[in-house]
């Protein structure tokens, strides 16, 4: 993207993921204009935000998969954990992580799987909301419509002391105003283009005032009408804040705008309730009080919508569109992958995963039953010893040599090249240092 404004693209770690739904988003605008010939930024939210969710909707069948065969298995954590309930010395506490490990060996699943799926997505989650909140700095199309304004404020004498003042007056300061010293003639611009889409409905005549030798050629009048237009959703200005449109609609005494606008973050709180409760909801485990998995979930059945309701008040209402429109997105989505995973062969699932996770193993250099039987051996000796010599130091040592004799018995085999083979050599390095 050639064109984005300097100063407004998300730069960091988010850059290339902002960048990448950029293109996206430029992608929907270009198609309904030129065979459409729509300009409306509010539908190519719309769109963008059940486009974007489409594609994440793999990353999301997958950890529903996952969450399905936790729940499964379930019942083989707990009784582990039951098991070892009371004891904190670090062979049993070995032991247990052992055996809990074997347990995920045996249903195929890794015990970060869920969290590797989270982080996957989070980073195109808050990607899509920076997106959103700079729509000309992805929009070469929208952001030309800006060009003429901003050259005719540059070309003013004072306009470096006429719109620091400008920002004071409305109160805006979120958006700084950059000019001279280390900035281009390009990034000042940029940031004129900041300022001017952050503009509110009641922002504009105070523009005028602030320059008035821009009011006979109707510039910034012209530059108003045009993002109204590419703005508009339903009469109103997605770059207003629903509070505002509120208090106007209700002093102009128009209550079908207020009810309209309240609908907004009712929907998005709504659907967002409802997507949450569609999720499988894993069962507490009686006999672990600090089972933050499920507490979580279900602290996120009410927080959720709460956060919903608090966000689609607060920002403009463009990004109150985006979020519900992902919220109503979201819970479509949770209702079909509900129906096809009751239809999913869980079994299958399981054997499925369990192949995939013995050749990520074999190509270590591991076999599967090399992995298997070392870290039975290793469970198994742990556990007797802490159950018979629980607190008096002993298991510690008899631990230790059970798990490299079975670390050896596996790694003697090891594909050249592997961690494996890897660990051996530096296994003979020390061997031979100590001689």
């Excluded at 079908?256 to 999720?279: D, E, T």
């Excluded at 802490?386 to 008096?392: D, K, L, P, R, Y």
């Excluded at 890897?422 to 100590?434: G, M, R, S, T």
């Amino acid at each position: 993207m050639s064109n984005v404004i300097v100063l407004t693209q998300v730069g960091g770690f988010f850059g290339p993921f902002a960048k990448m739904l950029g293109f996206v988003m430029d992608g929907i605008y270009f198609v309904l204009n030129s065979i459409f010939d729509v300009q409306n930024i509010a539908l190519c939210i719309i769109l963008f935000a059940v486009i974007i969710y489409s594609l994440l909707l793999p990353l999301t069948i997958r950890q529903q998969k996952f969450s399905r065969v936790s729940q499964k298995m379930q019942p083989e954590i707990q009784a582990v954990q039951k098991k070892y309930k009371g004891k904190k010395d670090q062979a049993s506490v070995m032991a247990m992580q052992q055996e809990q490990k074997a347990v995920y060996d045996k249903y195929g699943v890794s015990q970060a799987g869920s969290c590797i799926q989270m982080l996957i997505q989070m980073p195109i989650l808050l990607s899509m909301w920076y997106v959103i909140n700079k729509i000309p700095a992805y929009v070469t199309s929208f952001k030309e419509q800006f060009k003429p304004a901003v050259d005719a404020i540059v070309n003013t004498a004072d306009y470096q002391d006429k719109i620091p003042q400008f920002l004071q007056d409305i109160n805006l300061k979120t958006v700084p105003f950059h000019f001279g010293g280390d900035y281009t003639a390009t990034q000042t611009q940029n940031s004129i283009i900041d300022i001017l889409y952050k503009l509110k409905s009641n922002d504009w005549p105070k523009l005028d005032a602030a320059f008035p030798n821009l009011s006979d050629s109707n510039i910034l009048t012209g530059l108003e009408q045009t993002i109204r237009h590419f703005n508009n959703f339903f009469g109103l200005n997605i770059a207003d804040g629903p509070m505002g449109i509120i208090k106007s609609a209700f002093a102009d005494g128009k209550y079908l705008v207020v009810l309209g606008v309240l609908l907004i973050p009712l929907i998005s709180a709504g659907a967002q309730f409802a997507s949450v409760k569609l999720m499988p909801m894993p069962a507490m485990n009686a006999d672990n009080p600090n089972d933050t998995l499920t507490s979580s979930m279900k602290t996120m059945t009410y927080m959720g919508p709460l956060f919903s309701l608090f966000i689609t008040f607060t920002v403009p209402l463009g990004l109150g569109i985006y979020w519900c429109v992902g919220s109503v997105t979201r819970g479509v989505q949770q209702f079909c992958i509900n129906k096809y995973m009751d239809t999913l062969d869980l079994d299958a699932l399981i054997e499925k995963n369990k192949e995939k996770a013995k050749k990520k193993r074999e190509k270590k250099g591991i076999t599967g039953n090399q992995i298997y039987n070392a870290a039975h051996t290793s469970t198994r000796t742990i556990s007797d010893k802490a159950s018979v010599n629980q607190g008096t130091g002993k298991e510690s040592a008899a631990s230790a040599n059970t798990s490299n004799n079975a670390s050896q018995r596996y790694t003697t085999n090891a594909k050249p090249g592997s961690m494996a083979a890897k660990a051996n050599l530096v296994k003979e390095y020390n061997e031979k240092k100590n001689k």
